[in-house]
């Protein structure tokens, strides 16, 4: 009965439709829902689509948008900051249905806004982020801080591992086929002992967690475990620790739109690696092991072979391939790169050597051309050297 009604709603919406279709040549009315439900989508959609609004108004200068977000909010004090920049309007069900209607009627037209998640453009590195703290925020997270005893002079790096339990947690859909993402919290185990002997505080993010990391230290904060969890502390960790160390799940764009240093590690998408070499990361691969040769993959196999742009477990495993996740060295000296590469400040001299050439030349040979001139990401140098006469 419910979906009859709605299929009739549907229906009768037609006039309204048709006026947004007229109305364009004058103004553009658009609709959209920006997601909420998963922090990445949260962090890093707000500038882009402040971004393209801006651009859009170069030639369409008269525009107007209604946003929402979804019906539930990863991080209220996220889409607090969101709320400052973006005006949100409260009602996500009446505007699920607009777009419902808008889709039925008018499915070439521009009246939904398309939210983009990957920073493909440039603007991240020519702009200061814009998102911000107020003072009662500041204030409130430096005695939520203290609290969990780190005072405001502390240095902290923040590390993440992806694994299924958030999504298990927080959603009853079968989120396994993207399992190939997870790797253990273990092999961060050397790289957190390495920062607590030079006296940094390790936090190891995340709502819910399938492991704890079972350090005895007490510069280490386990905080999926802990007693105190508080939206303003997770965020305002990640917005202003020393450095990152995480994978391409959605944690890391927060440190990202905060403008921190980041180490993505077990990395699984060769294919945007062009699109984007403009942004300022430093990258561990997955290694990409076929079971039937019973041997790693070339960087130029996985393209061969159009492997580059697989994103489900089912296909991988269809493919014959086994990702490996980065061992424990390769974590901790990549860290220990990106750690030398902000004190020294010294990008090109670092990281820029024939290894570094040598892969950006294959990635340049089967990717589409990156329009920047910008090459700010980075393979870890470790791990080239490491693995020179097996990926090349």
Known sequence: MKKLILNLLILLSAPFCLLLYFLKPIITIRFGIM?????????????IYLNEKKKLSLYKPFNFDIISFENSICNEQLASLVSRKINIFPYSKILYFIIKCITFWLPKNSNVIKFISHPTQNFFLNNNNILKFNQIETTKALKLLKEIGINNNDKWICIHNR?????NHHSKRDWSYHNYRDFS????????????????????LGKNAQDKLYIDHPKLIDYPFLKIQNDLLELYL?????????????????????????????????VLLNKLKHNNYLILLKLFFD????????????????????????????????????????????????EKFIQLQQKENYFNNNLQNKFWNIIDKYSEKN????????????????YESIIF
């Open 238 to 270: 990640m917005a202003n620790s020393t450095f990152f160390i995480g994978s391409s799940s959605g944690p890391s764009m927060v440190p990202f739109v905060f403008r921190r240093p980041i180490l993505l590690t077990n990395y699984t998408e060769p």
């Open 35 to 47: 997601q909420s439900s998963r922090i990445g989508g949260l962090a890093i959609m707000p500038e």
């Open 371 to 386: 329009p920047y001139k910008y090459h700010n990401l980075f393979i870890s140098p470790y791990f080239l050297k490491k």
């Open 291 to 338: 079971t039937k040769k019973n041997r790693i993959l070339k960087i130029s196999e996985i393209f061969d072979r159009k492997l580059e742009n697989i994103y489900q477990t089912s296909m991988f495993e269809n493919s014959n391939i086994k990702l490996l996740e980065n061992s424990s060295d390769e974590i901790l000296n990549a860290s220990i790169e990106l």
């Open 185 to 204: 919290i273990l092999s961060m185990k050397e790289t957190c002992n390495y920062f607590l002997s030079k006296n940094y505080y390790v936090i190891r």
């Open 163 to 167: 694994d299924p339990s958030y999504l």
